[in-house]
């Protein structure tokens, strides 16, 4: 058995430290292909919280002035500051490239929901 192993090692032309090595590389491929499952999972739940921070600031909007809207506003800023969060801790695990990557996939997206609580507290001062 290890002969023909042997015999085709030199068949491929592989020399015994490039088949040493190449279960490492598979090794890394399969890292880099299970990174990119996680960081597409990771995307999809900051995806989630924009889209359930975008739904309590509409919820917000919706009971100003009623009695209800303190509680919604407060819901509105934990899920906002939710989505900074994992935003922000996703970005810092991320090379520059990666994070160029990121802020253009999901990054306005982002922006625009903070923004939006922004300018909806500000709405607040001047009422």
């Known amino acids: 058995m290890a002969l023909t192993h042997t015999r085709a090692l030199f068949a491929r032309r592989l020399t015994p430290m490039q088949v040493v090595h190449q279960p490492q ?46 509680c919604d506003k407060m819901t509105a800023h934990e899920a906002v500051e939710e989505l900074s969060t994992a935003y922000n801790d996703l970005l810092a695990r991320l090379s520059d490239a990666d994070k160029d990557a990121i802020k253009t996939r999901i990054g306005m997206k982002v922006k625009e929901i903070q923004s939006a609580y922004e300018i909806m507290t500000l709405n607040d001062i001047e009422d």
């Open 25 to 70: 590389q598979w090794q890394a491929a399969r890292r880099c292909l299970s990174s990119k499952a996680n960081l597409d999972k990771e995307i999809e739940t900051i995806t989630d919280l924009a889209t359930t921070a975008k739904d309590e600031m509409d919820f917000a909007e919706e009971s100003r002035n009623s009695v209800y809207y303190n």
